[in-house]
């Protein structure tokens, strides 16, 4: 069964009474939420969002704000909770970040005894453009012919041969000139 033309209009009614308020809200204690999270925060990114969520929790749980002052404190608690959930996602992201990277680290680092040559590769390889290197990786690290780099990059697959070999040729000439005693570079 259908709601009627009366009770849509009471939904409606109830929905700008909501949005009213909400924005009324909004109005009067935005600049407040935002010091509090601005001094509480280590980048302006942050702060605002934490103010975005604060007010977001508001706008879902707007019958729940309490009227008058009261509303600004549970603005306060709310923001004090979204800033302590930003804070451990922080913790969260830094713990995994550093983790992540000794294992990188202790996988991937160039081992002690590095001949010269794959030192003159490796500088070769950091003097080239992104989009060289890019090239180079997909083809040397994670094995990709000509179709596969064709569709990571999102070109035709004769684009891609034309990259790498252009590429490669850019990297014989930087052993060349970073390494003389690499006849003609890496082949």
């Known amino acids: ?5 009366e009770e849509r209009k009471r939904v409606a009614a109830v929905a700008d009474g909501r949005t009213a308020r909400f924005e009324a809200l909004y109005a009067a ?17 942050d702060a605002a969002d934490v103010v975005a969520e604060t007010f977001a929790i508001a706008w879902r749980r707007i019958d729940a704000v ?17 800033l302590a959930n930003h804070r451990r996602g922080q913790v969260r992201r830094h713990t995994l970040a550093r983790a992540v990277a000794d294992q990188v680290r202790g996988r991937y680092a160039p081992a002690a005894d590095e001949s010269v040559e794959a030192q ?17 990786a997909l083809v040397a690290w994670e ?3 000509a179709g596969g780099v064709a569709t990571v990059l999102g ?15 850019r990297l014989r000439h930087h052993l060349a000139a970073d ?3 690499i006849p003609g ?3």
Do not use: K, Q
């Open 66 to 82: 309490p009227s008058g002052e009261a509303a600004r404190l549970w603005l306060y608690v709310v923001a004090r909770n979204v």
């Open 120 to 136: 003159a590769v490796r500088t070769a390889f950091d003097r080239m453009s992104e989009e060289d290197r890019e090239v180079l």
């Open 155 to 169: 070109c035709s697959r004769n684009a891609a041969r034309i990259r790498i070999h252009r590429a490669r040729r």
């Open 29 to 45: 204690t935005f600049d407040r939420i935002l010091g509090y999270a601005v001094r509480r925060c280590d980048s302006a990114e």
């Open 185 to 187: 570079g890496a082949r």
């Open 179 to 181: 390494s003389p005693a």
């Open 143 to 145: 094995g990709l012919d």
């Open 1 to 5: 069964m259908s709601p009627t033309i």
